[in-house]
């Protein structure tokens, strides 16, 4: 019988079980994960070939549910079955936020240990930041995850001072040199945790010798004896039990999380008995609450490609590029307080000015310009990647719409039904109104822009998106346009689900340490903050429990 047992290797669950053993190795430890051990994968070292893992057997190829405020069309939502979860795949941004949402996170459940100071030494044990002279207040230099900057790294795109000129112009912001400390809000360089151009996975940062590793291995869900948990039944009916006093760890995600949980008949009566569960725990919170960013790429014809300004040009290519991917700057921006205020009384009713979005300011928009083209076909347009183009992303980051995470069956295989009620808010439209006009500023009404840019490659049977481009006609370039940037989060949330040592409320020796116990949006990209709970939750269980 194991002292701890995990369900989900994924960032967090890795994490977790290698600080674990690390810090106390005479504790026995398994780590059971749905998907397979990825070591030597082809198409995982390198980041440039993530794109070949989306609806491979590694992703769980999620769809939504038909989204009623995007012209109720599904989204497909990536999420990865294997040892290191997310890691596999992601896009290596390396983006701590603003300080102001973890301090709300904190205030939310009144518990300093969530707030950014709280979180601080977290950021740093996990972190070999890339610039030795940096505030060593602010960031760790030996932790296992390498981190890199586009400075750093040595990339030198053409566009880098053009590109700063059109975001400083148009939009008034400053540059940064550092956006990771907590004070985002500005023009600063790309950092991703991409070592030598090559991808970290979680397991390969945080090592797994000593744990008892069981990958291919789903679990169906948590045995519950009189409210205790004691170990865990696999969906081959095995079971694996925990010693008495041992503990349940539960870290399958965002979407997995949830879903393990009422399949042990942990959640709402009314929807277990659907699927002919009993509750064993009345807590109707679980899978509520489903927050995830959402953001629009737009695409844009070079007025010069001859320059060799993108991927695809034969001229594009320097020393490093390889090193990350082909973007110079991170764009972090509040909006303006009143008529978001407007937008947000029509959710909510009467606001005050001390509403948590309006004070701040809040970092509300991350943007960025990519010197390359993708995902242009889910517009229904045909862009090739021939250095003709370039394309710019938004992405909304503090979002209000929260949607659900429920049981389609009670068949542990079966994917859960995925809810997110994308766009669902007067304040989320406001938002994503304002970040297409800002970004149509910076490519229209800027003179670097107007240098740069031929055209927008506008979407069949939309309005071309100018300046003068109404709310109607924007909000539908987000219906037909508007896609994950992969961040769910909240389905277990903290307050909600959990207390603030991350123990299931109503349950003994049960805890939940991933993603789902977020609250709240983070206005950054989230496995920084993933990596800063496991951490934190490490300390948090050796304390209290072993
Ligand atoms: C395509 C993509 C791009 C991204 N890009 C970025 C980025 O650039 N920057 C950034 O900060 N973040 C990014 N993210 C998000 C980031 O990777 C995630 O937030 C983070 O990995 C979440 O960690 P987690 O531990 O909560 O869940 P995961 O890492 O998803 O781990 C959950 C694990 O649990 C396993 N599991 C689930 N159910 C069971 C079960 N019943 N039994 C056993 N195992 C189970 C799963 O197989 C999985 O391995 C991206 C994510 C994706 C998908």
Excluded at 18 to 23: E, G, I, P, T
Excluded at 159 to 167: A, G, I, K, S
Excluded at 258 to 265: A, D
Excluded at 438 to 462: A, N, R, W
């Amino acid at each position: 019988m194991a002292d701890i047992i995990i369900v989900g290797g994924g960032t967090a669950g890795v994490v977790l079980a290698s600080r674990l053993h690390q810090r106390k190795p005479e504790l026995s430890i398994t780590l059971i994960e749905a998907g397979p051990d990825v070591t030597g994968h082809a198409h995982i070292a390198n980041p440039a070939e993530a794109a070949l893992l989306h609806f491979s057997d590694l992703d769980y190829k999620y769809m939504t549910v038909p989204q009623k405020h995007l012209n109720g069309a599904p989204r497909y939502n990536c999420a990865i079955k294997g040892l290191s979860g997310g890691t596999i795949i992601n896009t290596g941004g390396w983006v701590r936020g603003d300080k102001l949402d973890y301090d709300a996170w904190a205030r939310q459940v009144d518990d300093d240990r969530w707030s950014y100071d709280g979180l601080l030494t977290y950021f740093k044990r996990s972190e070999k930041h890339f610039d030795p002279n940096a505030d060593p207040a602010q960031h760790g230099f030996d932790g296992p995850i390498t981190t890199t900057s586009v400075t750093s790294s040595g990339r030198k795109f053409p566009l880098r001072d053009t590109v700063f000129n059109m975001w400083s112009g148009g939009l008034g912001l400053k540059h940064i040199a550092d956006g990771n400390n907590g004070h985002p809000q500005g023009i600063t360089d790309l950092v991703e945790n991409w070592k030598d151009g090559k991808r970290q996975i979680a397991s390969d940062t945080y090592p797994l010798v000593g744990v008892k590793v069981l990958t291919d291995t789903l679990v169906r869900c948590i045995i519950l004896e009189n409210k205790v948990a004691v170990g865990v039944e696999l969906a081959s009916g095995q079971k694996h039990l925990v010693r008495q006093g041992g503990q349940v760890i539960v870290s399958s995600g965002a979407y997995g999380t949830p879903k393990v949980l009422q399949l042990s008949g942990i959640g709402n009566p009314a929807l277990l008995s659907q699927h002919g569960i009993d509750t064993l725990v009345d807590l109707p919170q679980v899978g509520t609450n489903l927050f995830d960013h959402m953001m629009l790429f737009r695409y844009w014809r070079l007025r010069h490609p001859e320059k060799g300004l993108a991927i695809g040009s034969p001229l594009f290519g320097g020393p490093n590029y390889e090193k990350g991917g082909p973007v110079d700057w991170l764009v972090t921006a509040p909006i303006p307080a009143a008529p978001l205020k407007v937008a947000l009384e029509k959710d909510e009713g009467q606001v005050s000015d001390d509403h948590p979005l309006l004070k701040g300011p809040r970092s509300h928009l991350e943007m960025n310009l990519l010197y390359a083209v993708f995902g242009a076909e889910a517009q229904g347009l045909t862009i090739p990647m021939d250095g003709n183009s370039i394309m710019t992303f938004f992405m909304g980051c503090l979002p209000t719409s929260r949607g659900t995470v429920t049981l389609g069956s009670s068949d542990p295989v079966a994917p859960p039904v995925i809810d997110p009620n994308y766009f669902a808010t007067e304040a989320d439209k406001h938002v994503m109104r304002e970040g297409f006009r800002m970004q149509s500023k910076v490519m229209f009404d800027t003179s670097e822009g107007k240098d740069l840019i031929f055209e927008e490659h506008t979407p069949p049977g939309q309005a071309v998106g100018g300046l003068d481009a109404t709310d109607e006609q924007i909000d539908e370039r987000i219906k037909l346009g508007a896609s994950t940037v992969f961040h769910p989060g909240g389905t277990a949330a903290m307050g909600k689900v959990v207390d603030t040592s991350l123990k299931v409320y109503g349950v003994k020796n049960l805890r939940i340490v991933d993603a789902s116990v977020i609250p709240n949006p983070i206005a950054s990209h989230s496995q920084v903050t993933v990596y800063a709970i496991a951490e934190q939750a490490v300390d948090i269980i050796l304390k209290e429990d072993f």
